[in-house]
């Protein structure tokens, strides 16, 4: 890594248009130590005035920390600040805001119940002057477009609209440095291109610099002039963003080849964002001076997951348009695989911009550059011709052995995931990837088709009969929501009149903006919210909406999107909260057996891998996804006929996102219906054998993956018919 | 019309006293305390207020010393609930056995100093409100301006939004640079000083001497006039008159030879406050993190 | 996180004896504040603990009575673990006592039969008075999402004049006065068959039953707490409600049913002191057992055994403080001592873990 730091470095100092000007910010060797944790280590940042600089990382990467470092919020250890040359202290936020530094925090910045121009001028010192604060709201506004009432309670505004007035309140102050942290995470596609052209016109027409940081490469490659990369505290690679692309922003961030479905992931909202307005795109890419042709590279490698999608189509029109699935999208890899190996063996280059774009074009399996032994070496370990549901795949349990074989050993169980997916078919493959408990016998329905997708996996590419297999024979609808109806406790509507079915071994993709009765739904399914109207049925049985513990008792699982706040509970054991929806499981009479309470927990932390040191550790002390392991555990291990997954990999790092999908994979495979609600695109695309958008708490659009364009995609979440 | 004059002026007076703590009460809850200790902060001002009239042989001396008392237990409060983070609750109800312990231990006979009264001519001989609103001890005018002022800085000055901010969502407070505790802890101080002077006020202005535990609950009924008024300074002030008249009618309705059960007098303000909050739940909701000890970085 | 994990036990250790000094430093502080005013306030500090020493643990007597105020103490104070650790706080024990107390006056003094049947059945008709006074703000707040710290303690005023009220009035509780006596506001004395039998003289401690009761309960408690499902989704529920309600919890039922509970205990208490040493209902019955039997919960911090030792010292302070008359220093002494241990006992955690926090309260930052 260290090497290609280097020529990185070289790299950027020679293309780099405006590097001869004082930084407008420089961080030199900022250090900060948190107990043993290293948030930061010797961390050099250094940006240019009038540009916008892209901070890319992972979570717990260090670039929160040291953007707090930055606005005075965290002292650091050691290093120095610069800004405009001139060394300087910042020891608290009122300092940073007198050097012009202004930050729009990821959360908890705007006080619901108060109005907007209380809000804007909240954080100031001086008088409070109402009249000057509302005049300032509407100047400013008017100024960048971000036109927001100054005597709305914030509460009753959207979270675009709290968003521009985040936007204001930091605008209001005429910073020098403008910091945005994760700041479209809650936002439409329309109101993320609303934001980067103010930011666009802030720093071109008001020679004013940005920092955004995000670990959403599409939102770096499409927004930013240069982009630093940050990794475990340290700064892996500084980049002009017009001599990059995802795959190398990708690598960079993660430290090696993804799988297609980490990829995925990180990639955000990439295709969504610059298809549906590649004019406007290109424009702006034009106005940052960008070579042509390096745009041209950045929109083939934007554009390859559509390319996928209508490959996809094309195949499934061929052998008679299914109505499925994942087989089909993986189909067309397949065909194109073994052009492309390959190039892909040469290791993508990050600094060939040619061979990149090739590898654009089909995205999965360009990333897999060890996927040709990979096929071998399955097939070595175990009978690939037998039916996932009866392997016992001990290798393959514990991912944590490396297979010594493999050139990229950083995090062993992606091995299993390259193996998987060198066929590009990820769940075909899935079931010779770690085969958890989901998959025993007890799974009835599924197991007619499971012999059939195990073929790919095991032999290879084609994939025509088992799509139409599937689609002869539809499974069992295991949830079924009508026309449901909810009311906020506030008195605001979440649900109007959703519908949607989810069948058994189906992974239910449900897209949509953050806000739009996702939650409401998730909370449907946890038995926390009653129904004005409508049903769920559950395996054909209505199921009564509201009456705890009613929708587990009838075979829901849910795996909250806040699982440190809902899932789980910090302050008792693991052990209790592996056994929490369950407690009669290890009870006798209305006395839980200890004994039994332990050897149940032992059980499934080694079942499903769960690195802990015993039952008996408090849950707080888990990491985030251990923690996440622990209650999808708890929820597998009820049985359930239907999985809920709430943004499943949020906040977690690569290897947790890694086990994740592949849990929720194995567990279609095994039979459960699976509901994932995510507000992550690729996610939904990557796993999804259907897709449903939701929209202001209605299903407003349904395709088979196959189908998906994209574009129509976008326009649904954000509520355009489409 | 000469009861109701009289009836008037009775609840009033009786208000007053109630009216000082509930401008503090409410200050402190807008910030985010649910101040149990009002009433240790009452009688401590009442008492402090006392002796030291008694010993200086001036009333203007003993008020002083009543808001120094007040301001000594909101101190101690201040500390413990929003430096070390312990329930508020507790801190109160704690404090509120200790003043009355030691109010009650230390009590010895004073000579009784009252302040003057202040009529304001012309105005006093007004029918029904004249002897209600202008003919009082003259501590009591002191409301006039600080009812404003109360006002002016929680809804207008920047310490009144950063307060209300800190009571309303501390995290988000803080992320903006606002020391909530600090805040907090300020608001309670004002709230002492406030109640220290209602306590002082009943001790000196109203009744002259200190007897043991004479606020008798005045404290809890400052807090249901902040729930009944629904954390809103007008609601707070109507609730103290309201629950003023109570107080008067249940004295002066025997004598007047109106017979109305004074239990139910007493319990009124409770159940007033109980019922307000009970039917007008959306209108009467309390700031977001009211009581809630705020420590950073738990969410 | 791992090394979070290794550093814990390490924190821990060094955290313990500096806590250690802590809680000595700080009961040091309290004593010496309260022997100050005895001193300044012109009496013998010496005298006034001897009194206190006499009239709470010299002598079977004085151990009788310190045991006989313990007891409601602990009776309230295992209500309040119960409703704290399903995450509910309740601070209106006083007039949950005090309805307690009522009811059970009323069933003990109306209600006809044997008197071992009356006496039951008075002590079930404390209990249920004061659950039914805790179920007011219970279903406040399920209905209506009213504040449960609010309402239980506006509910405890009310309590005392509804106290008042029945205690004025012929037809309800005051004493039937024979011939022109003037007639205080109290109950009439229930009858000797429906008093606790109490231990007798022997071995000169002399005790009222209750306390094995008492002791019954707090045992019986801790049980339930740590082993059975109840317990376990009680403490899922103070833990976090919505995880709890997410795995099947019914917080209504469950949270409502805790605070009834704590309600039930109080007024039990109120019940036994009723039927146990005061024998006649009066709206000084509480006399701030339900405030302190709180303090003695918190002082426990919530641990039902741990409650134990400090009802016992609480109730020693209050049987101690009846003896102080004798050397002229007033009883409020011991409210006084009592408000300053509580603050002497909640210092020292606080102040440990504010310490505590500072550091991993900074590395949230982290990401």
Redesign the interface.
């Given at each position: 890594m260290s090497m290609r730091l280097s020529t990185e470095n070289s790299d950027t100092g020679g293309t780099a248009t405006n590097l001869v000007a004082v930084p407008a910010v420089e961080l030199t060797d900022i250090a900060k130590r948190f107990g043993s944790v290293v948030a930061c280590d010797d961390v050099c940042l250094s940006v240019q005035r009038g540009e916008i600089h892209g901070l890319l990382g992972q979570n717990g990467a260090g670039k929160s920390t040291l953007m707090k470092i930055l606005t005075g919020l965290v002292a650091p250890d050691s290093g120095r600040i610069a800004i405009d040359g001139e060394h300087v202290e910042i020891s608290d936020p009122l300092v940073a805001a007198k050097l012009g530094i202004s930050m729009v925090h990821q959360h908890f910045s705007l006080v619901g119940r108060m109005r907007v121009w209380e809000n804007v001028t909240l954080g100031e010192r001086g008088r409070v002057d109402r009249d000057g604060a509302r005049r300032v709201v509407r100047e400013v506004g008017d100024r960048y477009g971000l036109t927001v009432d100054p005597d709305a309670v914030v509460e009753d505004l959207t979270t675009g609209e709290r968003q521009r007035v985040e936007l204001v309140k930091c605008l209001r102050r005429d910073p020098d440095l403008l910091i945005l942290d994760e700041p479209t995470s809650v936002l439409t596609l329309a109101e993320s291109r609303e934001l980067f052209s103010v930011l666009r016109h802030v720093t071109q027409d008001e020679n004013k610099t940005v920092i955004l940081i995000s670990h959403k490469l599409d939102e770096i490659l499409h927004a930013t002039d240069r982009v630093t990369i940050m990794r475990s505290g340290a700064v892996v690679a500084r980049k002009d963003t017009a001599h990059t692309d995802v795959r190398e922003l990708a690598r960079e961030m993660v430290g090696r080849e993804l799988s297609k479905w980490t990829a995925a992931t990180a990639v955000g909202t990439l295709d969504s964002l610059t298809t549906p307005t590649s004019d406007p795109t290109d424009q702006d890419l034009a106005a940052q001076d960008l070579a042509a042709q390096d745009a041209a590279a950045q929109d083939a490698a934007a554009q390859d997951l559509a390319a996928q999608d209508l490959a996809a189509q094309d195949l499934a029109a061929q052998d008679s348009a299914g109505q499925d699935s994942a087989d089909q999208d993986l189909a067309e890899p397949d065909a194109k695989e073994p052009a492309l190996t390959k190039t892909n063996t040469e290791e993508p280059a990050a600094t060939e911009p040619d061979a990149e774009q090739q590898d654009a074009a089909e995205p999965d399996t360009a990333d897999q550059n060890p996927a040709e032994p990979d096929p071998a070496e399955p097939a070595a370990e175990e009978p690939d011709t037998a039916t996932p549901v009866t392997i016992e795949n001990t290798t393959d349990q514990n991912p944590a052995e490396p297979e010594p074989a493999e050139p990229t050993t950083e995090e062993p169980d992606t091995e299993h995931q390259g193996t998987a997916e060198d066929s590009a078919d990820p769940d075909p493959a899935e079931p010779e990837a770690a085969e958890p408990e989901a998959a025993e016998p007890e799974a009835a329905e599924p197991e007619a088709a499971e012999p059939e997708a195990a073929e790919p996996a095991a032999g290879e590419p084609d994939t025509a009969t088992p799509v139409t297999a599937e689609r002869e024979q539809p499974q069992e609808v295991r949830l079924s929501i009508k026309d449901a109806h909810a009311t906020g406790r506030d008195g605001r509507p979440l649900l109007r009149g959703l519908s949607l079915e989810v069948r058994a071994g189906e992974i239910l993709g449900l897209a949509g903006v953050e806000g739009n009765g996702q939650a409401a739904l998730g909370d449907l399914l946890s038995s926390l919210i009653e129904l004005d109207s409508g049903t769920v049925q559950v395996c054909g049985t209505t199921v009564k909406a509201g009456r705890p513990g009613a929708m587990h008792a009838a075979g829901v699982g849910v795996v909250p999107e806040d699982r440190h706040v809902s899932g789980c509970v910090l302050d008792m054991t693991v052990a209790e909260n592996l056994v929490m929806a369950d407690i009669g499981e290890v009870s006798r009479g209305s006395f839980v057996n200890p004994r039994r309470l332990r050897a149940r927990a032992g059980t499934l932390i080694e079942e499903f891998d769960i690195a802990v040191p015993g039952p008996d550790t408090p849950m707080r002390l888990l990491s985030g996804g251990n923690q996440q392991k622990v209650v999808l555990a708890r929820e597998l291990a009820a049985r359930p006929k239907v999985l809920v997954v709430a943004q499943p990999t949020r906040g977690l790092d690569v290897g947790a996102i890694e086990y994740m999908t592949e849990r929720i994979y194995q567990a279609a495979r095994s039979g459960i219906a699976i509901l994932l609600i995510s507000t992550e695109l690729e996610e939904i695309l990557t796993l999804s054998h259907r897709v449903a958008v939701i929209h202001r708490g209605a299903i407003v659009g349904e395709m088979a993956r196959a189908e998906v364009d994209p574009e129509r995609l976008g326009m649904m979440m954000g509520g355009q018919a489409a | 019309m000469e009861n109701i004059e009289l009836m008037l002026a009775s609840a009033i007076r009786l208000a007053i006293p109630m009216a000082f703590a509930a401008l503090g009460e409410w200050i402190a809850e807008r910030a985010g305390t649910?101040n149990?200790s009002v009433e240790a902060m009452m009688l401590g001002g009442a008492f402090s207020a006392v002796m030291g009239a008694s010993v200086t042989g001036s009333a203007e001396v003993g008020l002083l010393c009543g808001i120094a008392a007040g301001l000594l237990i909101a101190f101690i409060h201040a500390c413990?609930s929003h430096?070390?983070?312990?329930?508020t609750?507790?801190?109160g109800?704690?404090?509120n056995?200790?003043v009355?312990?030691?109010t009650?231990?230390?009590?010895v006979r004073t000579v009784p100093i009252q302040t003057e009264k202040l009529t304001i001519p012309v105005l006093a001989d007004l029918p029904v409100i004249g002897p209600a609103l202008f003919d009082q001890r003259w501590p009591a005018y002191l409301l006039i301006l600080l009812i404003p002022l109360g006002y002016w800085l929680v809804h207008?000055?920047?310490w009144g939004?950063?307060a209300?901010?800190s009571g309303?969502?501390p995290?988000?407070?803080?992320?903006?640079?606002?020391d909530v505790n600090k805040r907090r802890r300020q608001a309670l101080m004002i709230c002492g000083v406030l109640a220290g002077l209602g306590g002082a006020h009943l001790a000196i202005a109203e009744v002259g001497t200190f007897n043991q535990n004479m606020t008798a609950?005045r404290g809890?009924l400052v807090?249901?006039a902040v729930?009944f008024g629904g954390w809103t300074l007008r609601g707070t002030l109507a609730g103290v008159l309201v629950f003023g008249a109570a107080d008067a009618m249940r004295l002066a309705l025997p004598a007047l030879g109106y017979e109305l059960?004074p239990?139910?007098l007493?319990?009124t303000p409770?159940?007033l406050?109980?019922l307000a909050?009970?039917?007008f739940?959306k209108t009467h909701r309390?700031p977001?993190a009211?009581?809630a000890p705020f420590?950073?970085?738990i969410? | 996180m791992t090394s979070l994990a290794t550093r814990l036990p390490a924190m821990f250790r060094l955290s313990s004896l500096g806590t250690l000094l802590l809680y000595v430093a700080s009961f040091a502080v309290a004593l010496t504040l309260a022997t100050t005013l005895v001193t300044l306030s012109g009496h013998s500090m010496s005298d006034t603990v001897l009194a206190l020493y006499q009239g709470s643990l010299e002598g079977g007597a004085s151990i009788g009575l310190t045991i006989d105020q313990a007891a409601p103490l602990l009776m309230v104070a295992i209500g309040a673990i119960i409703c704290a650790r399903a995450g509910i706080f309740n601070i209106g024990q006083e007039g949950q006592v005090l309805i307690g107390g009522m009811t059970g006056a009323a069933v003990g003094l109306f209600l006809p039969g044997p008197g071992w049947l009356v006496l039951l059945l008075t002590l079930v008709g404390a209990a249920l008075g004061g659950a039914l006074w805790a179920g007011v703000p219970a279903a406040l707040f399920y209905w209506r999402k009213v504040d449960v710290v609010i309402s239980t303690l506006l509910m405890v005023f009310v309590a005392t004049q509804l106290a008042f009220f029945a205690v004025n009035r012929d037809y309800l509780l005051q004493e039937s006065g024979t011939g022109g006596t003037v007639l205080s506001s109290q109950s009439d004395l229930i009858p000797e068959a429906v008093q606790l039998p109490r231990l007798g003289e022997y071995p000169d401690l002399n005790v009222s039953l209750y306390v094995f009761i008492v002791l019954g309960f707090t045992l019986a408690v801790t049980l339930l707490l740590r082993y059975s499902r109840w317990g376990f989704r009680l403490r899922m529920l103070g833990h976090n409600p919505i995880a709890a309600r997410r795995n099947g919890v019914r917080a209504g039922a469950l949270g409502g049913g805790a605070l009834l509970l704590s309600g039930g205990f109080a007024g039990l208490a109120g019940g036994m002191m009723l039927t146990g040493s005061v024998f006649r209902f009066q709206p000084g019955l509480a006399d701030n057992v339900g405030w302190e039997g709180l303090l003695v919960a918190l002082v426990a911090r919530n641990h039902p055994l741990l409650a134990i030792p400090v009802a016992v010292f609480f109730g020693a302070l209050r049987a101690g403080g009846g003896f102080l008359a004798s050397t002229g220093v007033p009883r409020y002494l011991v409210s006084i001592v009592t408000a300053l241990l509580v603050l002497a006992a909640v210092f020292p955690a606080a102040y440990a873990e504010i310490r505590r926090r500072r550091r991993p309260a900074t590395a949230v930052a982290g990401g």
């Amino acid at each position: 890594m260290s090497m290609r730091l280097s020529t990185e470095n070289s790299d950027t100092g020679g293309t780099a248009t405006n590097l001869v000007a004082v930084p407008a910010v420089e961080l030199t060797d900022i250090a900060k130590r948190f107990g043993s944790v290293v948030a930061c280590d010797d961390v050099c940042l250094s940006v240019q005035r009038g540009e916008i600089h892209g901070l890319l990382g992972q979570n717990g990467a260090g670039k929160s920390t040291l953007m707090k470092i930055l606005t005075g919020l965290v002292a650091p250890d050691s290093g120095r600040i610069a800004i405009d040359g001139e060394h300087v202290e910042i020891s608290d936020p009122l300092v940073a805001a007198k050097l012009g530094i202004s930050m729009v925090h990821q959360h908890f910045s705007l006080v619901g119940r108060m109005r907007v121009w209380e809000n804007v001028t909240l954080g100031e010192r001086g008088r409070v002057d109402r009249d000057g604060a509302r005049r300032v709201v509407r100047e400013v506004g008017d100024r960048y477009g971000l036109t927001v009432d100054p005597d709305a309670v914030v509460e009753d505004l959207t979270t675009g609209e709290r968003q521009r007035v985040e936007l204001v309140k930091c605008l209001r102050r005429d910073p020098d440095l403008l910091i945005l942290d994760e700041p479209t995470s809650v936002l439409t596609l329309a109101e993320s291109r609303e934001l980067f052209s103010v930011l666009r016109h802030v720093t071109q027409d008001e020679n004013k610099t940005v920092i955004l940081i995000s670990h959403k490469l599409d939102e770096i490659l499409h927004a930013t002039d240069r982009v630093t990369i940050m990794r475990s505290g340290a700064v892996v690679a500084r980049k002009d963003t017009a001599h990059t692309d995802v795959r190398e922003l990708a690598r960079e961030m993660v430290g090696r080849e993804l799988s297609k479905w980490t990829a995925a992931t990180a990639v955000g909202t990439l295709d969504s964002l610059t298809t549906p307005t590649s004019d406007p795109t290109d424009q702006d890419l034009a106005a940052q001076d960008l070579a042509a042709q390096d745009a041209a590279a950045q929109d083939a490698a934007a554009q390859d997951l559509a390319a996928q999608d209508l490959a996809a189509q094309d195949l499934a029109a061929q052998d008679s348009a299914g109505q499925d699935s994942a087989d089909q999208d993986l189909a067309e890899p397949d065909a194109k695989e073994p052009a492309l190996t390959k190039t892909n063996t040469e290791e993508p280059a990050a600094t060939e911009p040619d061979a990149e774009q090739q590898d654009a074009a089909e995205p999965d399996t360009a990333d897999q550059n060890p996927a040709e032994p990979d096929p071998a070496e399955p097939a070595a370990e175990e009978p690939d011709t037998a039916t996932p549901v009866t392997i016992e795949n001990t290798t393959d349990q514990n991912p944590a052995e490396p297979e010594p074989a493999e050139p990229t050993t950083e995090e062993p169980d992606t091995e299993h995931q390259g193996t998987a997916e060198d066929s590009a078919d990820p769940d075909p493959a899935e079931p010779e990837a770690a085969e958890p408990e989901a998959a025993e016998p007890e799974a009835a329905e599924p197991e007619a088709a499971e012999p059939e997708a195990a073929e790919p996996a095991a032999g290879e590419p084609d994939t025509a009969t088992p799509v139409t297999a599937e689609r002869e024979q539809p499974q069992e609808v295991r949830l079924s929501i009508k026309d449901a109806h909810a009311t906020g406790r506030d008195g605001r509507p979440l649900l109007r009149g959703l519908s949607l079915e989810v069948r058994a071994g189906e992974i239910l993709g449900l897209a949509g903006v953050e806000g739009n009765g996702q939650a409401a739904l998730g909370d449907l399914l946890s038995s926390l919210i009653e129904l004005d109207s409508g049903t769920v049925q559950v395996c054909g049985t209505t199921v009564k909406a509201g009456r705890p513990g009613a929708m587990h008792a009838a075979g829901v699982g849910v795996v909250p999107e806040d699982r440190h706040v809902s899932g789980c509970v910090l302050d008792m054991t693991v052990a209790e909260n592996l056994v929490m929806a369950d407690i009669g499981e290890v009870s006798r009479g209305s006395f839980v057996n200890p004994r039994r309470l332990r050897a149940r927990a032992g059980t499934l932390i080694e079942e499903f891998d769960i690195a802990v040191p015993g039952p008996d550790t408090p849950m707080r002390l888990l990491s985030g996804g251990n923690q996440q392991k622990v209650v999808l555990a708890r929820e597998l291990a009820a049985r359930p006929k239907v999985l809920v997954v709430a943004q499943p990999t949020r906040g977690l790092d690569v290897g947790a996102i890694e086990y994740m999908t592949e849990r929720i994979y194995q567990a279609a495979r095994s039979g459960i219906a699976i509901l994932l609600i995510s507000t992550e695109l690729e996610e939904i695309l990557t796993l999804s054998h259907r897709v449903a958008v939701i929209h202001r708490g209605a299903i407003v659009g349904e395709m088979a993956r196959a189908e998906v364009d994209p574009e129509r995609l976008g326009m649904m979440m954000g509520g355009q018919a489409a | 019309m000469e009861n109701i004059e009289l009836m008037l002026a009775s609840a009033i007076r009786l208000a007053i006293p109630m009216a000082f703590a509930a401008l503090g009460e409410w200050i402190a809850e807008r910030a985010g305390t649910l101040n149990i200790s009002v009433e240790a902060m009452m009688l401590g001002g009442a008492f402090s207020a006392v002796m030291g009239a008694s010993v200086t042989g001036s009333a203007e001396v003993g008020l002083l010393c009543g808001i120094a008392a007040g301001l000594l237990i909101a101190f101690i409060h201040a500390c413990f609930s929003h430096r070390l983070t312990v329930n508020t609750y507790v801190v109160g109800l704690t404090l509120n056995v200790l003043v009355l312990g030691l109010t009650s231990f230390l009590l010895v006979r004073t000579v009784p100093i009252q302040t003057e009264k202040l009529t304001i001519p012309v105005l006093a001989d007004l029918p029904v409100i004249g002897p209600a609103l202008f003919d009082q001890r003259w501590p009591a005018y002191l409301l006039i301006l600080l009812i404003p002022l109360g006002y002016w800085l929680v809804h207008r000055s920047r310490w009144g939004l950063e307060a209300r901010a800190s009571g309303e969502s501390p995290q988000s407070a803080d992320v903006t640079g606002i020391d909530v505790n600090k805040r907090r802890r300020q608001a309670l101080m004002i709230c002492g000083v406030l109640a220290g002077l209602g306590g002082a006020h009943l001790a000196i202005a109203e009744v002259g001497t200190f007897n043991q535990n004479m606020t008798a609950g005045r404290g809890y009924l400052v807090i249901a006039a902040v729930i009944f008024g629904g954390w809103t300074l007008r609601g707070t002030l109507a609730g103290v008159l309201v629950f003023g008249a109570a107080d008067a009618m249940r004295l002066a309705l025997p004598a007047l030879g109106y017979e109305l059960n004074p239990q139910l007098l007493i319990a009124t303000p409770y159940l007033l406050a109980l019922l307000a909050m009970t039917f007008f739940a959306k209108t009467h909701r309390g700031p977001g993190a009211l009581g809630a000890p705020f420590v950073r970085g738990i969410t | 996180m791992t090394s979070l994990a290794t550093r814990l036990p390490a924190m821990f250790r060094l955290s313990s004896l500096g806590t250690l000094l802590l809680y000595v430093a700080s009961f040091a502080v309290a004593l010496t504040l309260a022997t100050t005013l005895v001193t300044l306030s012109g009496h013998s500090m010496s005298d006034t603990v001897l009194a206190l020493y006499q009239g709470s643990l010299e002598g079977g007597a004085s151990i009788g009575l310190t045991i006989d105020q313990a007891a409601p103490l602990l009776m309230v104070a295992i209500g309040a673990i119960i409703c704290a650790r399903a995450g509910i706080f309740n601070i209106g024990q006083e007039g949950q006592v005090l309805i307690g107390g009522m009811t059970g006056a009323a069933v003990g003094l109306f209600l006809p039969g044997p008197g071992w049947l009356v006496l039951l059945l008075t002590l079930v008709g404390a209990a249920l008075g004061g659950a039914l006074w805790a179920g007011v703000p219970a279903a406040l707040f399920y209905w209506r999402k009213v504040d449960v710290v609010i309402s239980t303690l506006l509910m405890v005023f009310v309590a005392t004049q509804l106290a008042f009220f029945a205690v004025n009035r012929d037809y309800l509780l005051q004493e039937s006065g024979t011939g022109g006596t003037v007639l205080s506001s109290q109950s009439d004395l229930i009858p000797e068959a429906v008093q606790l039998p109490r231990l007798g003289e022997y071995p000169d401690l002399n005790v009222s039953l209750y306390v094995f009761i008492v002791l019954g309960f707090t045992l019986a408690v801790t049980l339930l707490l740590r082993y059975s499902r109840w317990g376990f989704r009680l403490r899922m529920l103070g833990h976090n409600p919505i995880a709890a309600r997410r795995n099947g919890v019914r917080a209504g039922a469950l949270g409502g049913g805790a605070l009834l509970l704590s309600g039930g205990f109080a007024g039990l208490a109120g019940g036994m002191m009723l039927t146990g040493s005061v024998f006649r209902f009066q709206p000084g019955l509480a006399d701030n057992v339900g405030w302190e039997g709180l303090l003695v919960a918190l002082v426990a911090r919530n641990h039902p055994l741990l409650a134990i030792p400090v009802a016992v010292f609480f109730g020693a302070l209050r049987a101690g403080g009846g003896f102080l008359a004798s050397t002229g220093v007033p009883r409020y002494l011991v409210s006084i001592v009592t408000a300053l241990l509580v603050l002497a006992a909640v210092f020292p955690a606080a102040y440990a873990e504010i310490r505590r926090r500072r550091r991993p309260a900074t590395a949230v930052a982290g990401g």
